[in-house]
């Protein structure tokens, strides 16, 4: 089942330029790794390196989520997608490489937003230039936006199931891995913390 860029958006909750990104991106992987399909249990996995708007998209075109355990987060703040398909081991990574061209009066435009300015004249340009984007990105050739590398990477081990705990303090179940030991009492982090 293919899905569309409305589709994205329908999931996400609004259009932006980083859904935009994403969609980009995951429809590159699925290109460059000859895939017919999304994954429907963990063949492929996908790690990305921010938490931005793009992985939204990221699950909806690919089918790698948190839940099923092939969607991998490294916080790096990095515009990166490595995608690794578990039947041939093939290897895709995907960093944005795209800058909008702004003029200065523009630049100014966005600094007023970023400083909280909601005038009229301010949501308008900001509407405008978010459509600009958006569409600048979905006709993109991908190579225009995106350096695309084939890296030799060590596969990611598949999802693990951990058995529950039960936090000594709260009383919420725990992953066995999460938990932690206190003077003899298994706890949750949260918990853990508080009590150090």
């Known amino acids: ?15 932006c330029p980083g859904l935009a990104l994403g969609y980009k991106v995951a429809v ?14 963990e063949e492929l996995v996908c790690i990305v390196e921010n938490d931005s708007c793009a992985v939204d998209a990221i699950q909806v075109i690919t089918g790698c989520t948190f839940g099923k355990g092939n969607l991998i987060f490294r916080d790096y703040g990095k515009q990166v997608y490595t995608f690794f398909n578990r039947k041939d081991n093939k290897v895709v990574r995907l960093s944005v490489d795209f800058e909008f061209k702004e003029s200065e009066k523009e630049k100014t435009l966005w600094q007023r937003f970023m400083q909280g300015d909601r005038s009229r004249e301010i949501v308008e340009f900001i509407e405008k230039r978010k459509a600009q984007k958006i569409n600048q990105i979905l006709k993109a050739k991908k190579d225009e936006i995106l350096k695309i590398t ?9 999802a693990r199931i951990f058995k529950s705990l039960k936090c000594e303090n709260c009383g919420e179940k725990v992953a ?11 706890l ?9």
Do not use: W
């Open 176 to 186: 066995e891995v999460k938990a932690r030991l206190l003077k003899g009492k298994i």
């Open 1 to 15: 089942m293919k899905f569309s860029f409305e589709d994205v958006i329908k999931f996400h909750g609004h259009s």
């Open 188 to 196: 949750c982090i949260p918990c853990f913390e508080e009590l150090l």
């Open 28 to 41: 590159t992987a699925i290109e460059e790794l000859g895939l017919n399909e999304r994954a429907h249990d």
């Open 150 to 158: 084939y890296p030799q990477i060590i596969p990611p081990k598949e």
